[in-house]
């Protein structure tokens, strides 16, 4: 189904869209290929997160590190919002709070504050219906992911 031109008006941004019949279903299919897509790369996201904590917890991590690791949390719980994943979103803005306030180099209690917002971002995605995907279910089952591991008490278990 074509997209009208209509939404790709400039002067689209100052006005509000009335809905009609003909952009209902596309904005329906926008929000469902979109959220699938978002679906289809939340392991990745949480992997370049990982990475991020592993890089931050790590020694001679500066602050640059912690600011590639807060816009990478930032930006999942914007899209997570926006794609329906809201207790992902709630836990990555958690997160985001926690990381304003993280100075380098990192402590072994601020170390293990990173692993807890790690797990807590697992237990949100569980939580969230991203079970449908193995690959994201394989995540939360306890996995070692260099320093973080989930523990069992955190797998719904």
């Known amino acids: 189904?074509?997209?009208?031109?209509r939404l790709f008006d400039p002067a689209a941004t100052t006005r509000s869209l009335e809905p009609d019949e003909e952009l209902g279903p596309i904005l329906r299919e926008i929000l469902v290929n979109g959220r699938r897509r978002f679906h289809d790369h939340l392991s990745e996201k949480i992997r370049a997160i990982?990475?991020?904590?592993r890089v931050v917890a790590s020694d001679g991590a500066g602050p640059?590190?912690?600011?590639?690791l807060r816009c990478h949390v930032h930006r999942l719980a914007g899209s997570g919002a926006m794609f329906g994943f809201a207790g992902l979103s709630e836990a990555s803005i958690d997160f985001e709070d926690f990381l304003a306030r993280l100075r380098v180099p990192v402590t072994p209690q601020m170390?293990?504050?990173?692993a807890e917002h790690m797990r807590g971002l697992r237990r949100a995605l569980a939580e969230s219906g991203a079970r449908e995907s193995g690959e994201i279910v394989a995540m939360t089952a306890g996995e070692p992911v260099g320093d973080l591991q989930v523990p069992a008490r955190s797998r719904g278990a």
């Open 1 to 5: 189904m074509p997209i009208p031109a």
């Open 50 to 53: 990982e990475e991020a904590c």
């Open 64 to 68: 640059e590190a912690v600011a590639i």
């Open 111 to 114: 170390a293990e504050r990173l």
